[in-house]
């Protein structure tokens, strides 16, 4: 007799997709954020099988902090190109020319924490009522405090005592004038699942995802690469190493890991061995015990 029993994966696919639907049933102009990262590409593939085959029916927002991986903006817009996308680009530079952003100084000034600032001038402007993310609760502790559906108010700020319970499944999506949600149809997966679920549906990835040769310097303990935003401390110089991202944000705060897993098995394996997270080589988690939690009550993804 033929099983119909759910793997894990399917069982996290399904979840996934049901949050999809449930946010375009309930909300006016959902979009989703999207980094080209791993998470972020994850969320899209699950929202086109959500729709298919009407086309995703919301657009991406990239908030582009100026100082992103090159390979991550040529995948943004092969992907937009290759499944007829909509994008919107909010731009940090932008908000920095207005005012309402201030440069940080600095060796590496990271642009990391002004992302706040142009995701929510971004939502504001095209007047989105629920943004999806690609958060998953095993990243780190602010994030495990998460719902999926998670309330945000006027400001645009998270108060993780203020987040509404979700029995059985039922999502509340009310909300006042001004006020928003994130929304987190992965928050149950972890970096296993993420890249197993990849590996099973053959997802296309950017290349700095795969080990590769690079320039890099190593600082506090993190390899940071070549960049014109990074300034050479003394003593300090560029090797050209064997390595490959984990996670993807900033080329002045994203660390790089020794690697040469070279493919979707290679990777798999070296997670599995692994003891430190995925966002333990992120230099703007390290600014204070509680930097995450601290940007998201600003705001932040």
Excluded at 64 to 75: K, L, R, S, V
Excluded at 113 to 126: F, K, V
Excluded at 176 to 189: A, G, M, V, Y
Excluded at 206 to 217: E, G, L, M, Q, T
């Amino acid at each position: 007799m033929q099983s119909h029993t759910l793997t894990h994966l399917k069982q996290l696919e399904s979840e996934a997709i049901y949050v999809f639907r449930e946010v375009v049933a309930q909300f006016e102009r959902p979009a989703m954020l999207f980094s080209g990262g791993k998470d972020s590409i994850v969320m899209l593939h699950l929202a086109r099988k959500a729709f298919w085959p009407d086309k995703v029916p919301f657009p991406l927002i990239h908030v582009d902090t100026g100082h992103n991986f090159p390979e991550a903006i040529d995948y943004r817009d092969w992907l937009v190109e290759e499944y007829d996308l909509d994008l919107i680009v909010g731009s940090v530079q932008g908000s920095i020319d207005k005012g309402t952003a201030v440069e940080e100084r600095g060796v590496n000034p990271s642009r990391n924490g002004l992302q706040a600032i142009t995701l929510l001038e971004t939502l504001e402007e095209y007047k989105v009522d629920a943004a999806f993310g690609g958060g998953r609760r095993d990243e780190e502790k602010a994030r495990a405090k998460e719902r999926f559906f998670s309330h945000r108010d006027e400001f645009g700020q998270w108060n993780p005592k203020n987040q509404r319970p979700e029995l059985w499944t039922l999502y509340n999506g009310h909300y006042n004038e001004d006020e928003h949600f994130r929304i987190f149809p992965i928050s149950n997966w972890t970096e296993m699942d993420v890249w197993q679920y990849i590996a099973l549906e053959k997802i296309a990835l950017p290349s700095i995802y795969f080990a590769h040769k690079r320039p890099v310097v190593e600082r506090n303990g993190i390899l940071l690469a070549e960049s014109p935003w990074n300034t050479l401390l003394k003593d300090e110089k560029y090797e050209e190493r064997l390595i490959r991202y984990r996670t993807l944000g900033d080329m002045t705060c994203t660390g790089a890991v020794l690697s040469d897993a070279d493919d979707l098995a290679g990777i798999i394996q070296e997670v599995a061995s692994s003891r430190t997270t995925e966002r333990g080589n992120r230099s703007d988690d390290k600014r204070s015990e509680a930097a995450m939690e601290e940007r998201k009550l600003q705001g932040y993804f």
